[in-house]
């Protein structure tokens, strides 16, 4: 398989006058496994979060068997149309809760942030992550950054651009982490972006978001730079 990156606003099932419809046809193309999580979901936002994050891995599944790379961009009604009816996913879990199939060969990382969910799938070790950008006091996470990640926030002429620059890093962090399957905490003091062997995929991102994926051959050699 090659890398492949799938994007969807999933704000339909919040905001459309037939949210409530569109929500149950979603629901009914998921697993039951990602059906109960989303259901348990404490809020409409976090539903509707969970259920596309699920809408995009059935989809990614659907298509393990095509051969092309390609990022797909989805709407949830065209997202729901293209789906035929919905896979069991055999999911185990890493020690830090990374998830991967139990049954499959391929790797895939989700991630969601205001009304868009993210996948990437690969044959390799990947991550993904999207943040809607806010502002926020940024001083407190900054220093437990990397030198030069730091000199790089300094540098930043307005405090936009520093926002900008901030959450840019902070997605690449947590995407390493998650490509890793060790979380963000434990990567925080480093500089994904001097890491050479490291893919960088590209992809456009929705304005008002930072987002990455990041991919590698294999990841013991990053987890051993930790020790």
């Known amino acids: 398989m090659q890398d492949r990156i799938y994007l969807l606003d999933y704000s339909e099932l919040r905001e459309a006058v037939d949210a409530q419809m569109l929500m149950q046809q979603a629901l009914e193309k998921l697993d039951a496994q990602r059906r109960q999580k989303a259901m348990r979901a404490r809020d409409s936002s976090a539903r509707a979060s969970c259920v596309g994050a699920g809408l995009l891995l059935q989809k990614a599944v659907a298509e393990q068997n095509l051969s092309s790379a390609f990022f797909r961009y989805f709407k949830v009604r065209d997202l729901i149309a293209s789906l035929e009816h919905p896979r069991d996913l055999h999911l185990v879990f890493g020690p830090n809760g990374k ?5 499959r060969a391929f790797r895939f990382s989700l991630s969601h942030s205001g009304d868009y969910a993210l996948c990437a799938v690969s044959d390799h070790p990947v991550g993904a992550d999207i943040e809607r950008i806010r502002t926020r006091n940024m001083r407190a996470g ?40 060790v979380g963000v905490l434990a990567v925080l003091d480093r500089d994904p972006s001097v890491e050479n062997e490291l893919k960088w995929l590209e992809f456009p991102i929705p304005e008002g978001y930072a987002a990455c994926v990041c991919q ?12």
């Open 142 to 181: 900054e220093r437990y950054f990397a030198a030069s990640e730091r000199k790089r926030l300094a540098a930043c002429a307005t405090e936009e651009e520093r926002q900008d620059l901030f959450h840019c890093l902070w997605t690449r962090k947590e995407a390493f982490g998650k490509m890793l399957g």
């Open 216 to 227: 590698c051959s294999e990841t013991a050699r990053f987890l051993q730079k930790q020790e």
């Open 99 to 103: 998830p991967e199939f139990a049954d």
